[in-house]
């Protein structure tokens, strides 16, 4: 369950890339070639594979993390009204938000029946619940347009039952697309040139899901949205402040993302998605709540919700690479931290973590 879960966003060298050509729905591919060895990275992007593999009840020096004794992974205090009645029948339902999947479709499906948005046939069993997807559906796992023909299936049911079920453009969304609609052609990243083929592969892209990818998924994948506001929640996939390059105003950066997939430039695209796989920017015990007082001072909203970073690795701690249990914290919740600025929902499933499905607003 290990497979890629250390990379993002490597801007491999085309010089060290073999040909690949841009896998297609009706052209199954050959064999994957082996991964090329990562070329230095953009400035501001942090990888995770550059973090060691501590054991339990260690930090990384430099983070100013509390032990993990004494470090809450659930917020003792409420966004909104904790004394609302999500049922009352009047206004919208209970909101919940989903960290990300990466393709565990199986592991889905139990998260949202456990907390009773789906039967046990698959649909929507929820009412007017409102359902938020924070993006990241593919690559790494085994089943990813498993989990976005479930995601576009239950945005219907929602709909038809007075609730809703919506979704964030994660990089990884960003990503497929690129690989589809792009292939191997260079792109100028910030260590040299890459490709999102390239990107594609070192980061978990599965063949299955290059093959049974087809025009509505692009379509639909192509329309998500960065941002959203719900009940003072700001969501969004990315910890990072680069949000605030493309608009101000939640509308703004929704339009301008959805402009630049449009154009299909892919350089342009490729900046795209090299800014959304930015990360820990409120890690830091100082500077961390400041980034987040400025993102919600541009957007709305009182508390950032963000999957992306997987919680073992925002708190500096993350499990053997085989997978094999070694003692490293379990996630059993969100993260809540940036003087409970931020909330952090990346459970860390592809690193053997835990999908998280969470309703909002956290409470004691």
């Known amino acids: 369950m290990t497979q890629g879960a250390g990379l993002e966003a490597t801007a491999g060298t085309t010089a060290a890339v073999p040909h690949v050509p841009a896998y297609g729905a009706s052209t199954p591919p050959g064999p994957v070639p082996p991964a090329p060895a990562p070329a230095p990275m953009p400035d501001g992007y942090t990888p995770t594979e550059k973090l060691p593999v501590l054991g339990p009840g260690h930090t990384i020096a430099d983070t100013q993390l509390v032990p993990p004794q004494d470090r809450p992974t659930i917020a003792l205090t409420s966004v909104t009204d904790p004394e609302a009645d999500p049922d009352d029948g009047e206004g919208p339902g209970p ?46 796992g085994p089943d990813g347009i498993g989990v976005i023909d479930l995601v576009m299936q239950l945005s219907a049911e929602a709909a ?23 292939g191997d052609t260079p792109v100028h990243s910030g260590a040299g040139t890459a490709s999102f083929q390239a990107a594609w592969l070192l980061n978990g892209g599965q063949r299955t899901d290059m093959e049974r990818l087809e025009d509505h998924h692009l379509q ?135 999908l998280l499905v969470v309703q909002l607003p956290l409470g004691a």
């Open 160 to 182: 038809a039952a007075g609730g809703y079920c919506k979704a964030l453009m994660g990089n990884h969304e960003l990503l497929l697309i690129g690989a589809k609609r792009f």
């Open 220 to 354: 639909w994948m192509s329309r998500l949205d960065a941002m959203a506001e719900e009940d003072g929640h700001l969501l969004v996939h990315s910890d990072t402040t680069a949000y605030l390059e493309y608009g101000d105003s939640i509308e703004a950066v929704n339009d301008t993302v959805t402009e630049t997939l449009q154009r299909s430039d892919a350089d342009e695209c490729w900046d795209l998605f090299r800014k959304f796989t930015k990360r820990f920017a409120f890690r830091d015990e100082d500077a961390g709540p400041t980034a987040a007082r400025e993102l919600l001072g541009a957007y709305g909203g009182e508390r950032i919700v963000h999957g992306h970073s997987p919680i073992p690795y925002l708190l500096g701690e993350v499990g053997s690479e085989d997978g094999e249990d070694d003692g490293t914290p379990a996630v059993e919740g969100p993260h809540v931290y940036a003087d409970n600025l931020a909330v952090a929902m990346d459970g860390g499933i592809t690193m053997a973590g835990k």
């Open 95 to 140: 909101l919940f938000v989903v960290g990300d999947v990466h393709g565990y479709h199986d592991e889905l499906r139990e998260a949202l029946a456990a907390q009773g948005l789906i039967d046990d046939k698959g649909s929507w069993a929820a009412g007017n619940a409102r359902l938020w997807f924070l993006g990241d559906f593919t690559d790494r």
